[in-house]
């Protein structure tokens, strides 16, 4: 399983110059030391076959058998020399073992040549610099996250760097991340060593700084919903949560992992990276705000905005039909929408006698009691549709009902006037209709406009004194 943020870019004005720093050393680190790693492996295997500890040595690696590992006899009559020779070179408990015998037997030529021997093959970077939970260094505890295994390994490593590292940069400043990094690295080679104790096998590789960085990357971020990129065997796609939800993703693949996967990978590095990286960049933020927040691109469209890029894909194609059938279905689905009535209302307003413009534009009218439309493209809409259609049925009783006490709030007299005028005409008997009309002809007094007042006042056949 994986699961990649698609959202995050860095800001290129302030680049993030420790994460691509982190990337060149690990890179430097592969190449020119790791690099040579074949040539010290070729010479400690000539020294050894040259000299006497094959032959001394091969009998006393099948009393350690008996008397040691009891379980590997299988495994030596199956393979032979080859997993004999694979243990004397590389085995480390085994190698301790015979030290010590030798040391107690007074073979001081055959200890000689076995120390000469190991001192050459710990040349090796993953032994020199690796962690080895049976034997922990310093050198090793910050050594092995700049090494790896293989060019798969390093870009696999590398790439997550990088795809997380250049946000978390920017949200904390170079010299946190980077110390951050180094702490998460420590914090999961300790959980590693506290599942693994005893284990003579040396662990390289960035992944559990690398997870560390991934930790920080979901506390900087927090419940900020996200676009994520997964992927699950064959299966891939993509799905919108807060960041703070895959974390617990992350972490039960990790464990899924130390169950059913591959025995080769540290499962519990990974975890302890993530986990640290997470409380550490929390405690963080909770005394210095983050330097700047992360560059993101466009939020997820809503599904309003889906729908006007449909219509927008069938107007490209020039499918002006389809358009409008889909500008007319979009808008009972999102009836408060304002862009999507008014493509529905363009879209159809070459038929203005057709129901499809009528019920377009009976939408926008309905919108006249919510404040956040703005009350001009209620009165442009009203005026183009009176200039359009020649019977205007969609400005029913209610719709003038609605647009004319939108229009009093905003003080469009005008507009409150032939809407009162249309509501006369249609007999309207509504409670509304004499406050609108008291509304009106109260403004036409102090303007003095007083010939107005008396003419709404007969129209509204209301009685009052003068």
């Keep these: 399983m994986l699961i990649i943020p698609l959202q995050n870019k860095p800001d290129w004005r302030r680049p993030p110059l420790m994460c691509f720093a982190l990337i060149a050393i690990n890179l430097l680190v592969f190449v020119f030391y790791q690099g040579g790693d074949e040539a010290r492996w070729q010479k400690a295997e000539n020294y050894y076959f040259s000299s006497d500890l094959p032959e001394l040595e091969e009998q006393r690696f099948l009393i350690y058998v008996n008397e040691v590992r009891p379980e590997w006899r299988t495994q030596v009559d199956a393979q032979g020399e080859d997993f004999v020779y694979r243990e004397l070179l590389w085995n480390p408990e085994f190698h301790h073992w015979l030290v010590r015998h030798l040391k107690e037997e007074g073979e001081a030529e055959w200890l000689a040549q076995r120390q000469h021997f190991a001192k050459l093959r710990d040349r090796l970077s993953s032994i020199a610099y690796g962690l080895v939970p049976a034997e922990p260094r310093p050198s090793g505890l910050i050594g092995h996250m700049f090494l790896h295994g293989s060019w798969d390994h390093l870009i696999g490593n590398m790439v997550f760097l990088l795809l997380f590292g250049l946000s978390v940069e920017l949200a904390l400043g170079g010299l946190w991340f980077a110390g951050l990094y180094l702490a998460g690295g420590l914090a999961a080679a300790g959980l590693h060593m506290a599942v693994e104790a005893g ?51 992350w972490l039960a693949k990790e464990i899924f992992g130390y169950f059913y996967g591959d025995a080769g990978i540290a499962y519990w590095a990974h975890t302890g990276g993530l986990l640290a990286g997470f409380v550490f960049t929390l405690i963080l933020l909770s005394y210095r705000p983050a330097v700047k927040q992360m560059p993101m691109e466009d939020e997820p469209p809503s599904p309003q905005q889906g729908a006007i890029a449909r219509i927008d894909r069938f107007q490209e194609e020039g499918k002006l039909l389809e358009a409008a059938q889909a500008a007319t279905m979009a808008i009972r689905q999102y009836p408060q929408s304002l862009p999507l009535i008014e493509r529905a209302i363009a879209l159809t307003a070459s038929a203005p006698e057709s129901e499809a413009y009528h019920r377009a534009n009976l939408a926008l009218f309905a919108l006249a009691d919510n404040t956040e439309i703005d009350a001009r493209a209620l009165s442009n809409g009203y005026h183009r549709y009176l200039q359009t259609s020649t019977n205007p049925r969609a400005l029913t ?29 249609q007999r309207v008997d509504h409670p509304l209709l004499p406050k609108l009309g008291m509304t009106l002809v109260n403004h036409y007094r102090r303007v003095g406009e007083e010939a107005q007042a008396r003419e709404i006042l007969d129209l509204l056949q209301l009685k009052t004194s003068v």
């Design 397 to 425: 009783p209610k719709a003038c009902l609605l647009l004319a006490r939108r229009a009093a709030r905003e003080h469009d007299w005008a507009w409150l006037e032939a809407l009162l005028r249309r509501l006369l005409r």
């Design 199 to 249: 284990s003579p096998v040396p662990m390289v590789g960035a992944s559990g700084a690398v997870s560390a960085v991934m930790g920080m990357f979901v506390a900087v971020y927090g419940v900020r919903r996200m676009r994520f990129f997964y992927t699950i065997g064959f299966i891939f796609g993509e799905f919108s949560a807060p960041a703070l939800m895959v974390l617990p993703l």
